[in-house]
């Protein structure tokens, strides 16, 4: 089937690393959405796979544009060269997705029903859910349920950026090397008269990730937890310095030591 006139183009943008079997079902979903074939391209950083993610991905999408990194990119990082990879191409929207979402036959249409002729232009957010409890996981932040789903900022497990706005903002800031992307992102989109809007159904599934060995895990001692903290998967501090000092308003300075406090104090 050809892509019909009126068909949008959206490049889904991913970056993995050693996750085969959960970048192959995100992207199997991905092939099986209710829309018509060829609508979606796939953009991917494998960033040092060594389990043949890349093989499989090319089986479910053998046109997918794979870009291969050396380990080093994280996740901010590979998803700052997918979407510049993906930006050649100038589509009508870019789907952030997580490579362990996996999304609902009719996801993508949900976003797009949400991001077609809205003024100001939107960012769709995918509301999914735990896969065995069904609780709500990922999607908007602080979401006004009571006006429109309207949110606060996001998750980019599954989002729907229009192109509008992404030539206002591009990708993520090249500060951030794999966390906090996503949320500065939403909160640069609302500075600049952008919307943020939670689809008001489950459009897929995402576990939670685990606290457990984190800088979180209140069971580790204070030193392990302050260098996970300041590891690149943490909040690493001239990173989360300049994460506050952009979103967190004039008592920034509270919210950049807060997290260093909260370790310090066994919490």
């Known amino acids: 089937m050809n892509v019909l006139p009126q068909s949008p183009r959206i490049a889904a943008v991913l970056t993995c690393h050693n996750r085969r079997a959960k970048t192959s079902a995100c992207l199997l979903a991905l092939s099986r959405q209710e829309l018509p074939q060829g609508t979606i391209s796939v953009f991917l950083v494998d960033d040092g ?42 589509p009508d929207y870019y789907l952030l997705l997580n490579d362990d979402t996996t ?9 797009l029903a949400i991001c077609a002729d809205r003024r100001p232009p939107t960012i769709a957010l995918g509301a999914v859910c735990d896969p065995v409890t069904g609780e709500w996981t990922y999607g908007g932040v602080d979401c006004d349920h009571k006006n429109g789903n309207l949110c606060r900022t996001m998750n980019a497990n599954c989002a729907l950026v229009p192109r509008e706005v992404f030539n206002a903002i591009g990708g993520f800031h090249p500060a951030y090397t794999h966390g906090m992307g996503d949320f500065d992102y939403g909160y640069t989109a609302r500075r600049k008269g952008f919307q943020l809007i939670e689809t008001a159904e489950f ?17 580790l001692d204070r030193w392990t937890r302050l260098k996970k903290l300041c590891s690149p998967k943490g909040l690493p501090f001239i990173e989360w310095l300049c994460y506050t000092r952009r979103n967190a308003g004039p008592f920034w300075i509270l919210y950049l030591f807060s997290p260093y406090i909260k370790v310090l104090l066994g919490k």
């Open 103 to 111: 999304l609902f036959p009719e996801a993508v249409s949900a976003l």
């Open 203 to 219: 459009v897929g599934t995402c576990s939670q990730n685990n606290k457990e060995g984190t800088w979180q895990d209140v069971k």
């Open 49 to 90: 796979s060594t389990d043949g993610t890349s093989t499989a991905v090319q089986e479910i999408f053998p046109e997918a544009r794979i870009i291969s990194g050396d380990g080093s990119l994280f996740w901010c990082g590979g998803m700052r060269v997918a979407w510049k990879e993906a930006a050649k191409s100038d």
